[in-house]
């Protein structure tokens, strides 16, 4: 038995080499980027520094958790994987890495949450002057955390949760805000105050918060009048309730139209139209109605229809056009499963709720330097990949760290030269942080 196995082995010998190495190269050209966008000068500016000179700088905990995220770190205590790359470290002068329980301990200070969304802030910031975009739209939507930690509470799905409230400028897939509350939080809560932080973000630098896009949660007086007053063009899943679902009665005599996608085919559903308005809206909108023909009857409910309802403010395009807008808001979803699960959000470390608050933002922020990496300094091809293709394209070279006339030198395989060249060189070009 044992024979057969050898057979099957591998025919080479471990060597330990004294040269100094790294598996993630590819890391220090986010680690630089940070460095470009002032993230360093950030941290230093909204989180307070150590009472003693002994004590590491939160710089010194948020930086390596990023990377840590970027890498693919699932929990605290995979920062030992920073630390133990010598050759990371060494190119990107890591000299302090701190331990899973000194993170622990410095998470559970809720007084850093506030100075790591300003942080991300001005992340936002700084990608957002370097893009070429006018006029944005937010997409905003609320997802779980499934946890057996005390501190949760029972979600509307029936499991203890965690749930974040999480908005994106989809036209950049740049998370702007995040809210992390417990699991038993209505999904809308918060959305009307993320409108308000997004649109006066973009005003302070120019930039304008042209579309709102939400599911039904978004679905009420407050967030309508904010986006009235704000002149944003909203498209919200309309919640049944009484009156939409008369409306729905009342439409059924109505033309219908067939509904055409981009390419003009048909996709199987018919719409009108309805004006409506809420006891509290200053204005009234537009419910525009979808139906299908059920793919079976339901048991409890009488009709042969399916419905689909949309409400917005949207005067100058035609219906049509609104609906397939609305329907790529979509794309949240696929933003809230690359935070969890591309980079470990997923995973609560504390019992404490504002303890995960912190971890959840770090996170955020090493989301953010990935998006600002792929649409400041790399080619547009790789704009839609995620940080589970990054890591096999670009984080995980190997590379040997090399020390000679006082100068550092990182060598690399021929075929990711020119890659990492071009990145460096655009991160050099790249207006200096203020």
Not at 37 to 44: D, R, T
Not at 92 to 114: Q, V, Y
Not at 315 to 330: E, L, Q, S, V, Y
Request: aromatic letters at 10%; one cysteine or more; glycine letters at 6%.
């Amino acid at each position: 038995m044992s024979t057969n196995i050898q057979q099957k082995l591998l025919d080479f010998q471990l060597q330990k080499s004294s040269d100094t190495l790294t598996s993630k190269s590819g890391l220090s050209v986010f680690y630089e980027a940070a460095l470009a966008l002032g993230m360093s000068e950030a941290i230093k500016a909204n989180l307070p520094e150590p009472k003693s000179n002994r004590g590491l700088k939160p710089a010194e905990y948020v930086l390596p958790l990023a990377l840590m995220f970027c890498g693919g770190g699932r929990s605290m205590e995979d920062i030992r994987e920073i630390e133990l790359d010598q050759g990371l470290r060494k190119i990107c002068g890591l000299t302090k890495i701190p331990g899973a329980d000194a993170i622990g301990e410095w998470i559970r200070k809720t007084k850093h949450l506030a100075g790591l969304k300003k942080v991300n802030e001005h992340n936002c910031r700084k990608i957002v002057l370097r893009s070429d975009k006018d006029d944005f739209t937010l997409d905003t939507d609320a997802t779980l955390i499934e946890t057996q930690k005390a501190c949760a509470e029972m979600s509307y799905k029936g499991f203890t949760s965690f749930s974040v409230l999480l908005s994106f400028l989809a036209d950049l897939d740049l998370c702007v805000c995040s809210d992390y509350r417990n699991g038993a939080a209505h999904a809308g809560t918060g959305t009307k105050e993320q409108i308000e932080h997004t649109d006066n973000l973009l005003k302070s630098l120019g930039r304008k918060l042209k579309y709102f896009r939400s599911d039904s949660a978004a679905y009420n007086a407050d967030v309508f009048n904010t986006c009235t007053d704000r002149e944003i063009v909203f498209t919200i899943t309309a919640d049944r309730d009484v009156a939409v679902k008369d409306a729905i009665k009342r439409a059924k005599s109505k033309k219908w139209q067939r509904l055409l996608d981009e390419d003009g085919k048909d996709t199987g559903r018919e719409y009108t139209t309805a004006v409506h308005c809420m006891e509290k809206t200053k204005e009234p909108f537009t419910l525009i109605i979808q139906r299908w023909k059920a793919p079976q009857l339901k048991l409890f409910e009488k009709g042969k229809y399916c419905y689909y309802v949309i409400a917005t403010n949207d005067f100058d395009r035609d219906p049509a056009a609104t609906i397939r807008f609305h329907n790529k808001r979509g794309n949240a979803e696929n933003y809230n499963k690359e935070i969890k699960t591309g980079f470990g959000m997923d995973y609560a470390p504390s019992q404490e709720l504002a303890a995960n608050a912190v971890y959840f933002e770090i996170g955020v922020l090493a989301y953010n330097l990935v998006i600002a990496v792929k649409k400041l300094f790399l080619e547009e091809s790789w704009a839609k990949k995620t940080i589970a293709t990054l890591r096999w394209q670009l984080i995980f070279i190997a590379g040997k760290v090399i020390e000679h006339g006082r100068q550092l030198f990182l060598k690399v395989a021929d075929i990711y030269f020119e890659l990492l060249q071009s990145i460096r060189e655009k991160i050099r070009l790249s207006p200096a942080p203020d």
